[in-house]
């Protein structure tokens, strides 16, 4: 068996098909293209060539989460689901994580870092809400007691600009209604109603 050609694949970049005998056989990153040493008029056996396309699965698979990392940063749990949900093989799913680990992709405490980070740039949250959202993430209690612990940011001051935001709307005229919203957003009552007190004064 003879590599006939090696195509650059239109639809993903940085992506090759690769064939054999004149039509397709399997597909491989740049980086594994180098790597594997293949070149059109190369002979293949039957071994090497399946060695090959376990190469080009496990590449895929790899590139596949690079991209979920590309659109946001994610954390090991729910990179593990979603490569489970492609059904890949557990050890293939481990050899994956390790080499995100290894490549500095994948970190659970950098996951929570930026997520906290994030959502301090786009809205009021507490951190009672924080600590929710990043278990529903399935990071760690130690990961999350440690992110939290360096955060600067003023929970009063927090609920005071929330206050300001939602006083504007006439169904939180009602400060019953409002302290409720508040307690809902896991606030606190002490930061709640020292926010208010002041809201009052100024």
Do not use: C
């Not at 090497?48 to 994610?74: P, V």
């Not at 301090?120 to 999350?144: C, F, G, N, P, Y």
């Not at 003023?154 to 504007?168: F, N």
């Amino acid at each position: 068996m003879k590599v006939t050609d090696i195509k650059q694949q239109v639809k993903t970049q940085g992506r090759y098909s690769i064939y054999v005998d004149g039509k397709f056989s399997f597909g491989l990153g740049e980086s594994a293209l180098m790597d594997s040493g293949i070149r059109i008029g190369k002979e293949l056996s039957h071994s090497e060539l399946a060695e090959l396309k376990d190469t080009a699965k496990n590449d895929k698979a790899y590139n596949q989460a690079l991209g979920m990392i590309a659109r946001r940063s994610r954390s090991e749990w729910e990179m593990r689901e979603y490569l489970k949900r492609k059904e890949y093989d557990p050890d293939l799913v481990d050899a994956i994580i390790e080499r995100l680990y290894t490549s500095k992709w994948l970190d659970d405490h950098d996951f929570a870092q930026k997520w906290v980070d994030n959502r301090r740039l786009l809205k009021a949250t507490s951190k009672r809400r924080l600590t929710q959202e990043l278990k529903a993430k399935r990071v760690s209690d130690d990961v999350i007691s440690t992110v939290l612990a360096n955060d600067q940011s003023d929970e009063v001051a927090i609920v005071k600009e929330l206050i300001a935001r939602k006083s504007k709307q006439s169904r939180y005229q009602d400060q019953q209604k409002l302290m409720a919203y508040l307690i809902r957003q896991g606030f606190n009552y002490s930061d709640i109603k020292v926010a208010l007190e002041n809201s009052v004064q100024n």
